[in-house]
């Protein structure tokens, strides 16, 4: 009974200490790859800053590539999981929810470190056919549904005078791919009032369309 009483901690000190490696190498990795890109990344750079062998690497990913993949994903991941919180409230106006939404948006998806991970991906996505493949299936299909979903709904209440956002959820989405492209390339030039830009294209989204019957 001792001895198994002892074993427990130091099996929970050895899981802690496992955890920390790997947490230490994504956020490594994360670093790397902003910096340097996906193609120009080196495991024993990534190594380096994580302060770990090159071998330990191996012990939690299969290759660089799957590094990304969990790089992604843990940094994404909150978001994803934040945006379906904000879509899933069914009795809230579509405006509230739409809110909701783009304030995520702002403060997690377009935080400075967070916004590089899109970035890299359109950027090196066309070099890196898995890349994008991934990236499409864990994030951006998810995100399509997400809106696919709450379009519908506010359509079949009345609050959407078109499906059209159902049909292209592609459109909610558009301001955030020009705030990470811009911010990345041109806010040296002209900064980007993000929260304005948002603000603006949610107007547009809510804004009434015309009475059926009226004249174009």
């Known amino acids: 009974m001792v001895a198994a009483a002892t074993c427990k901690p130091q ?37 380096a800053r994580a302060g770990v062998a090159k071998g330990t690497i191996y012990l939690f990913f ?7 993949e969990q790089v992604a994903l843990e940094a994404l991941g909150p978001v994803l999981a934040s945006l379906s ?28 470190r967070r916004r590089e991970i899109p970035r890299l991906v359109l950027t090196e996505g066309q070099r890196f056919p898995k890349i994008a493949e991934f990236y499409y299936r864990e994030v951006v299909s998810k995100g399509l549904d ?13 609050e959407l005078p078109s499906d059209a956002l159902e049909r292209f959820p592609h459109l909610l989405f558009g301001p955030v791919l020009v705030s990470i492209l811009w911010q990345g390339m041109f ?14 294209h949610r107007e547009l989204l809510l804004a009434p369309g015309p009475a059926r019957g009226s004249s174009p």
């Open 85 to 112: 919180n904000a879509a899933d409230h069914s009795d809230a106006p579509f405006a509230t929810v739409l809110a909701r939404l783009f304030e995520v948006c702002q403060r997690e998806m377009l935080s400075p």
């Open 146 to 158: 997400l809106v696919r979903r709450i379009s519908r709904r506010a359509h079949e209440r009345g």
């Open 11 to 47: 099996r929970d000190r050895r899981r802690q200490a496992s955890e920390a490696r790997r947490l230490a190498i994504l956020e490594a990795g994360l670093d790397i790859f902003i910096s340097e890109g996906f193609a120009a990344a080196r495991l024993d750079d990534i190594a």
């Open 187 to 200: 806010a040296r030039f002209e900064p980007l009032d993000v929260a304005g830009l948002l603000n603006a």
């Open 62 to 68: 299969a290759d660089k590539q799957e590094l990304f």
